[in-house]
């Protein structure tokens, strides 16, 4: 990041026109310094190579498809140069990158919808706060990925191989029993009971029998 003498650089990527150049007004009247403002992915990446930002603004759908073309960019800039801030700006909550985003590093990062950026001054000091390192979300976004959190099938996370052993478990087969019907050896199955246990969020506790609990989420599942 800049020190406090030097202006925050920052490369915007926005296709449209008009919102494109209100946001590089609103930056530099900020004191910002706007290295460069690109109308696709594309140049986007390009700049960010040639000028090195402290801060990336990025509009989540982009040339030419519309789709993530913004949003697979800023993650590729998060991986490849990890010091760079990363705000992203959608017209809706795309919960799958959203999600992706923040996973991919919670610190110097922000997701908002565009409506917050006709709040001037409480887009600005968003932009401040991700730039310095902070962590801001849309208050819509925190609410659709809690909502998707809640009603997540843990089982989903599970391999086809994990999905085998539990469905063997809800039959009543013990690890050996497991291993042999699987061709695995005794100590493969242990790792995959162990990473279903990991998986399902059913850490050793007094009083409860894992395998049971596990089994009778994949019965409840199958019902």
């Given amino acids: 990041m800049s020190d406090r003498t030097t202006p925050t650089k920052v490369v915007l990527a926005e296709d449209s026109v008009l919102l494109r150049d209100g946001i590089v007004r609103l930056l530099t009247s900020a004191g910002f310094e706007v290295a460069a403002a690109c109308p696709d992915a594309q140049t986007f990446l390009a700049a960010v190579e040639e000028h090195g930002p402290d801060l990336v603004v990025v509009d989540v759908r982009m040339p030419p498809t519309f789709t993530s073309e913004g949003i697979v960019a800023a ?46 001054s409480d887009f600005i000091a968003a932009v401040r706060d991700v730039a310095g390192g902070g962590t801001v979300l849309d208050p819509e976004v925190v609410t659709q990925l809690l909502t998707r959190a809640r009603h997540a099938d843990p089982l989903a996370a599970l391999t086809p191989r994990e999905r085998d052993v539990l469905d063997l478990m809800a039959q009543g087969r013990t690890n050996s029993a497991i291993a042999t019907e699987l061709f695995v050896s005794h100590g493969a199955v242990e790792k995959h009971v162990t990473s279903i246990f990991t998986k399902l969020d059913l850490p050793p506790a007094e009083g409860d029998h894992r395998r049971v609990l596990a089994v009778l989420r994949w019965l409840d599942q199958e019902d």
């Fill in 75 to 120: 993650l590729r800039v998060r991986e490849s140069h990890p010091e760079t801030a990363v705000m992203v700006l959608s017209q809706y909550v795309e919960e799958q990158y959203a999600t992706e985003l923040v996973a991919s590093r919670s610190k110097g990062v922000g997701y908002l919808l565009k409506d917050r950026v006709a709040d001037t």
